[in-house]
């Protein structure tokens, strides 16, 4: 059963040859040493797909403010919060946040979904 507060968690280092392969792919270059964004995005992406609220959901909404550039080969700790549960309209409201490793606030954000059953 899904609460406000539930929390899921990923970490991850993405290397060089990650960010050489983004923008092999057509993604934009970011700034020397720097992990894209999109790339930072994607980390909640997966949670919010296979870990909370899981599999089944249908991503709408993403807001997402970024503090600072991560670094590549730097531990980053992504984060989803369910702050709201909307039952009436199956919409799951989540908190977003990445850190890097020394804990400086990478980006803060908002996401929000919908799934079959909030009450799951």
């Known amino acids: 059963m899904l ?3 539930h929390k899921a968690g990923i970490s991850r280092k993405f290397s060089a040859r990650d960010v050489e392969a983004y923008v092999a792919l057509g993604g934009a270059a970011p700034a020397p040493g720097a992990v894209p964004e999109p790339m930072i995005a994607a980390l909640f992406s997966y949670l919010l797909g296979v870990k909370l609220p ?3 959901t249908n991503y709408l909404k993403q807001s997402l403010a970024f503090e600072r550039y ?3 080969d730097q531990a980053l700790s992504a984060s989803v919060e369910i702050t709201r549960l909307r039952p009436e309209k199956a919409l799951v409201d989540l908190k977003t946040v990445c850190t890097d490793d020394a804990g400086a606030l990478i980006c803060t954000g908002r ?3 919908r799934i079959k059953d909030v009450s799951q």
């Open 54 to 56: 899981g599999p089944g």
């Open 3 to 5: 609460n406000v507060g």
């Open 111 to 113: 996401a929000l979904v």
């Open 70 to 72: 991560a670094k590549v």
